[in-house]
Structures are given as C-alpha cells and as structure tokens.
Nanobody, 115 residues
Framework: QVQLVESGGGLVQPGGSLRLSCAAS????????MGWYRQARGKERELVAI???????IYVDSVKGRFTIFRDNAKNTVTLQMNRLKAEDTAVYYC?????????WGQGTQVTVSS
C-alpha cells in the first residue's frame, strides 16, 4: 500500500517562500513519477509540477520560474520549493503519484499567502 504524507504548509506573506515535502512509502519510489497538485476553494484541483523518474520536470505556467520540484530517491521524498508566493497560490497542496494504474494522494497541506 502506497502512502504519501505531506508537510510544510502554512501562512506566508506575499513574496515569501515555503517548502513542501512529501514522504512516500510502500513502493519502489525511484520507479515512478511524483507530482504536486493544488486545489483552491471553489476551484478544481490542478497540476502544479511533476518530476519523472529520469528527473525531468513539468510545471504549470503560473508557477514557472517560482517553484522548483525535486526528489531524493534515497530518502523517498519529493519536495516543492515555492518562492515569490502570490495570493493566488493559496490552496491545499496534494502530493500525488500513479503506480500501475492506481492514483495515490496525500492528505493535503494548506498553503495560505496573505498579508
């Protein structure tokens, strides 16, 4: 059973930074792509960033140049470094992976960007 546990959310002022971490267990982590999604109140869940097993990355346009996703296969973690945060980045952020056709989600961590 794959388990994803996020940490690192919180309240930050516009222009600030936060780092989200996701610890994965229950599978051979290095074999699979990992990602972060977010869901703002009243909106659909959207992809933020993906890192593939070959370390290539994909970002949604709205976060390019501000967010960085990276993984540590030795520690089974995937991290989202978020810089120059904006109010519109406020959302619940979810760690995600799909393995053998099954979607797995973390419990989510709240990120609030406000002065």
């Amino acid at each position: 059973q794959v388990q994803l546990v996020e940490s690192g959310g919180g309240l930050v002022q516009p222009g600030g930074s936060l780092r989200l971490s996701c610890a994965a267990s229950g599978s051979i982590f290095s074999r699979y792509s990992m990602g972060w999604y977010r869901q703002a109140r009243g909106k659909e869940r959207e992809l933020v960033a993906i890192i593939n097993r070959d370390f290539t990355t994909i970002y949604v346009d709205s976060v390019k140049g501000r967010f960085t996703i990276f993984r540590d296969n030795a520690k089974n973690t995937v991290t989202l470094q978020m810089n120059r945060l904006k109010a519109e980045d406020t959302a619940v952020y979810y760690c995600y992976t799909v393995q053998l056709g099954v979607n797995y989600w973390g419990q989510g961590t709240q990120v609030t960007v406000s002065s």
